[in-house]
């Protein structure tokens, strides 16, 4: 992997190094690529030593190619690890070197040149009068040119040598640390491509593995499915993944929630109408039965239809076929459904709210979906797919959530379950602008993001025996509250105000009237 020089330069050891080389010794610190070209010459970047000699010589053509020869032939002579003189450069100063290896092999190159040893200083003047001679560079005087070259002590070459081996130690760090990353990355691309993602299903949890299994078995059949799940968990996503992975995935899917309307609006959705049959029937409309025909229809929310409807749904399960409104002969269609509901079907067959024969035409096989809150292990992998979604969607560059709010969403309910989630993701990352990191202020208007575990403490103050009533309860548990919020915030009540979504006044009244001021 070549080395990549700008964002090497972007790093704090190098950038402090480089100042402190430059201000002690008035020379520069640069890379070259494997076969020691200067990366910062092929990008038209030339930053000279402080000295006149080599200021004059990078700026003329002929001495810019002799100066990348010099340091070509030097960084050939890097062998083993370590820093070292490496010689003189055409011009008789010296080049010191280090070499920069990964996985095994030479990448490039950390380098300085164009300075003096002082013990050698006097027969280096030789050298570079003639070479300046030479190349008639634009040096007026070249003895005082070459005065203008700071020398180093020879003690102090080994402190050096010690800087440009802790760059190197440093890049190489840093270089692992990318690698890893890179590999983690690619191994949850793996994941997600395999047993962490099913169609646009996302999880690495044991409950979703077991949901994996069980949709790998259905997608090939045609068998009617039941899903039940919370709002927001994803059962309109479980239905397209078992028709776009299954053998019915060139035909249509079609998805209807049985609750969005009445009865007489929805069996004509459903089944169609035939021109005349009722006020404002211009013209035949197919229902979506028909629309469906080969392909998979989804019906949300069964549980809410009437019992009018239960059985026009019961015959077209029973015999693939169905009468449109206002006609008088059927219509068979080739259908695979899929239900879903929020609600228990059993205890509605129970409570006689839903047809058992229906139940067990819809319940040959049941998949539930677990809520989000007893899968927190998948929080990170979906809060990832989020931050990228968005970032795709927005064309901005993707964000993070700062350690502190991610922490906060392990202590939450999450009674929207995934699609709360989402949307939270996408508030978070509008509300954060330009920033590239989300502050966990941002999680205020949940108050701390704990509202379910405020009720357990409000239920365990009761228990304490902290309120013989509701109101003193609340008040012992407000207090609590705030007292917590002013250790963590260490006594910042526009921080502690910002984050319980109350004014700084109000905020001051309360830990006044709580005798919280100390």
Not at 23 to 48: N, Q, Y
Not at 65 to 71: G, H, K, P, T
Not at 159 to 174: G, H, P, S, Y
Not at 280 to 297: C, S
Request: with cysteine.
């Amino acid at each position: 992997m070549p080395i990549d020089s700008a964002r090497l330069e972007e790093l704090q050891i190098v950038r402090k190094i480089r100042e402190t080389v430059r201000r002690w010794w008035g020379i520069e610190l640069s890379f070259t690529d494997a076969k020691g070209f200067v990366l910062d010459h092929g990008k038209g970047i030339i930053i000279p030593p402080q000295n006149r000699i080599c200021t004059a010589c990078l700026g003329d053509p002929e001495g810019l190619r002799r100066c990348n020869q010099s340091i070509e032939s030097a960084v050939a002579r890097l062998n083993g690890s370590g820093t070292r003189l490496l010689g003189p450069c055409h011009m008789g100063l010296e080049i010191v070197g280090a070499p920069i290896e990964f996985g095994g092999e030479r990448q490039g190159s950390l380098f300085a040149c164009g300075f003096l040893v002082n013990e050698k200083a006097q027969a280096a003047r030789g050298p570079a009068m003639f070479e300046t001679a030479e190349l008639k560079l634009p040096v007026v005087e070249p003895a005082t040119a070459f005065e203008s070259i700071q020398p180093i002590e020879a003690r102090e070459v080994p402190r050096l040598l010690d800087l440009m081996d802790t760059t190197v130690e440093e890049i190489d760090a840093w270089h692992g640390a990318v690698a890893l990353r890179e590999k983690r990355i690619r191994d949850l691309q793996n994941e997600l491509g395999g047993r962490y993602r099913f169609a646009d299903l996302i999880g690495k949890s044991e409950p979703m593995q077991r949901l994996y299994a069980l949709l790998d078995k259905l997608v090939a059949s045609d068998v009617t499915v039941l899903i039940h799940g919370e709002n927001g968990t994803g059962k309109e996503l479980i239905a397209r993944a078992l028709h776009f992975n299954g053998a019915r995935k060139q035909k249509q899917f079609v998805a209807q929630n049985c609750s969005a309307l009445n009865d007489h609006l929805l069996e004509s959705e459903l089944f169609g109408h035939l021109k005349g049959s009722f006020t404002g029937a211009t013209r035949d409309k197919p229902g979506l039965f028909k629309v469906a025909d080969g392909g998979t229809f989804f019906l949300d929310e069964v549980a809410d239809l009437s019992p009018a409807m239960q059985v026009k749904l019961l015959r077209v399960l029973q015999e693939g076929t169905f009468v449109p409104v206002g006609g008088t002969r059927p219509e068979k269609v080739d259908v695979r459904i899929i239900a879903a509901s929020n609600k228990d079907l059993h205890e509605a067959v129970v409570r006689r709210e839903f047809r058992e024969d229906l139940f067990y035409r819809l319940h040959v096989v049941a998949l539930e979906v677990p809520p989000l809150r007893e899968r927190l292990d998948d929080l990170p992998i979906l809060v990832d797919h989020f931050l990228d979604a968005y970032a795709h969607r927005s064309g901005k560059r993707r964000k993070q959530l700062h350690p502190e709010l991610f922490a906060g969403f392990y202590d939450w309910h999450w009674p929207g379950n995934v699609r709360e989630l989402q949307n939270e993701i996408e508030r978070l990352a509008v509300l954060a602008g330009d920033a590239e990191v989300i502050p966990p202020e941002l999680s205020a208007q949940r108050a701390g993001g704990r509202a379910p575990g405020s009720a357990t403490q409000l239920a365990a103050l009761v228990q304490r025996g902290l309120g013989s009533d509701l109101a003193t309860a609340v008040c012992a548990l407000e207090k609590e509250i705030i007292e917590t919020g002013l250790r963590e915030t260490r006594n910042n009540k526009s921080r502690l105000a910002e984050r319980l979504g109350v004014s700084r006044t109000t905020l001051i009244k309360k830990i006044r009237d709580y005798g919280l001021s100390e």
